[in-house]
C-alpha cells in the first residue's frame, strides 16, 4: 500500500529532535495503515479520510496535537461530523510541500 497520510518523512521545518521525529513519522504511518482510506488536495489544503471509529479519533487527536505544536507552519484540524473522520491541513502550496505528503 502507497502511503497517502500527511507524513512520509520529517519535514525540514519540523521541531522535533531527529529521533522523536521518526518516532512520529512511524506513528503517521502505522496510524494510516490501519485507518486511511482517500486523501483529496488542492493548492492550499491537504484533508486525509480515515475509517471513524472510537481509537481513529482518539489516536489522531495525540497525533495532531504533537503536529500542532512542531509543525505549526501549516494549520491542523480534524472534523468529525462526516462518516469518516477527516484530518484537514490548510497552508500556502510550499508550506503543504514541506509535509511530504503522499
Not at 54 to 75: G, I, K, N, P, Y
Not at 97 to 102: E, K, N, R, T
Request: net charge negative; proline share 4%.
Amino acid at each position: 500500500m502507497t502511503h497517502i497520510g500527511p507524513l512520509n518523512a520529517l519535514p525540514i521545518a519540523c521541531t522535533l529532535g531527529p529521533n522523536v521525529g521518526r518516532e512520529q513519522v512511524e506513528r503517521w504511518r502505522d496510524f494510516d495503515g490501519e485507518y486511511a482510506v482517500g486523501i483529496e488536495r488542492t493548492d492550499t489544503q491537504l484533508v486525509v479520510h480515515y475509517r471513524k471509529v472510537e481509537e481513529s479519533v482518539q489516536r489522531l487527536r495525540q497525533l495532531v496535537a504533537t503536529e500542532s505544536d512542531c509543525c505549526s507552519f501549516v494549520d491542523w484540524a480534524i472534523d468529525n461530523t462526516h462518516d469518516d473522520l477527516r484530518l484537514i491541513v490548510t497552508g500556502t502550496p510550499g508550506q503543504l510541500a514541506a509535509l511530504h505528503v503522499g
